[in-house]
């Protein structure tokens, strides 16, 4: 069953919604940006969904190539960053606080963005090959979702060097150190899915929406405060180095980024 309401009008996400599961397709070729449109669509969908008591399941997958390579860099501009952080951070926040059991099923690439709208879901089965990275860093900015949560699944010393270093890792590496449940070949991700899917639909939706609030109960609060600290830092310190200017800047202008350390 489509929801007829909102498929008309999206431009940046297939959805589908067959009860217990509504799967949201990232649909922006070719590498699936997010951008500020894809944000609202994203907030959108999941106010429809969570407000369906037949649905008790959500998979997020990315169309095409690949999951997502991350937040649109364009809005990451001075004029622009703050709508973004308030934005995606709310996408973030709504996954966070749902009420269904979230999924993520990740190929390709799944960096910046992408990688932290998919290490918040629940559940994330990831290809072996599939390449994840947070390479903010080499923009001269960071990814604030990361800074709040990575530690939490994969420990402190290797978050901070994914987060330091900005370099990329395997599905099968994402999987070893927690970011992901688990890693299977690209011909047997869907499998791998619906595996976990028919798992779950075999449970009480109630009792799994009361499970999740216990499970997050501690988290839940340290990560609200730690990511509304983490968007202080970005928008009052980062964004007044020249250095974030910078490096947007080179990347925009498609060249190499020249540090003044300040």
């Known amino acids: 069953m489509a929801m007829a309401s909102t498929e008309t009008s999206l431009t940046r996400l297939a959805v589908q919604v067959?009860?217990?599961?509504?799967?949201?397709?990232?649909?922006?070729?070719?590498?699936?940006?997010?951008?500020i449109p894809m944000m609202e669509e994203l907030a959108n969908t999941l106010a429809e969904v969570e407000a369906?008591?037949?649905?008790?399941?959500?998979?997020?997958?990315?169309?095409?190539?690949?999951?997502?390579?991350?937040?649109?860099?364009?809005?990451?501009?001075?004029?622009?960053?703050?709508?973004?952080?308030?934005?995606?951070h709310a996408v973030i926040r709504a996954l966070v606080s749902s009420k269904k059991v979230t999924i993520a099923g990740v190929h390709g690439n799944c960096l910046g963005g992408g990688a932290e709208l998919a290490m918040v879901c629940d559940i994330v089965i990831t290809t072996d090959v599939a390449n994840w990275g947070f390479p903010e860093i080499k923009l001269g900015c960071y990814p604030p979702v990361a800074c709040t949560a990575l530690a939490a699944l994969v420990g402190q010393k290797r978050a901070s060097e994914l987060?330091?270093?900005?370099?990329?890792?395997?599905?099968?590496?994402?999987?070893?150190?927690?970011?992901?449940?688990?890693?299977?070949?690209?011909?047997?991700?869907?499998?791998?899915?619906?595996?976990?899917?028919?798992?779950?639909?075999?449970?009480?939706?109630a009792t799994l929406a009361v499970t999740k609030k216990a499970i997050y109960a501690w988290d839940a609060a340290h990560f609200d405060?730690?990511?509304?600290?983490?968007?202080k830092l970005?928008?009052?310190?980062?964004?007044?180095?020249?250095?974030a200017q910078e490096g947007i800047k080179a990347f925009i202008e498609k060249r190499d980024p020249i540090w003044a350390g300040k």
């Open 52 to 88: 369906r008591p037949d649905v008790s399941i959500i998979l997020f997958a990315g169309e095409g190539k690949g999951f997502s390579a991350g937040v649109d860099v364009a809005a990451h501009t001075p004029d622009r960053v703050q709508e973004m952080l308030i934005k995606f």
């Open 234 to 243: 970005y928008l009052e310190e980062l964004m007044n180095t020249a250095d």
């Open 225 to 231: 405060k730690g990511l509304a600290r983490a968007e």
């Open 18 to 35: 067959r009860p217990p599961v509504a799967r949201i397709g990232l649909l922006h070729p070719p590498v699936n940006v997010i951008d």
């Open 163 to 205: 987060i330091l270093t900005g370099r990329t890792i395997t599905g099968t590496d994402a999987a070893i150190i927690g970011l992901a449940n688990r890693a299977v070949p690209l011909d047997s991700l869907v499998s791998a899915i619906e595996d976990c899917v028919s798992r779950l639909f075999q449970l009480s939706p």
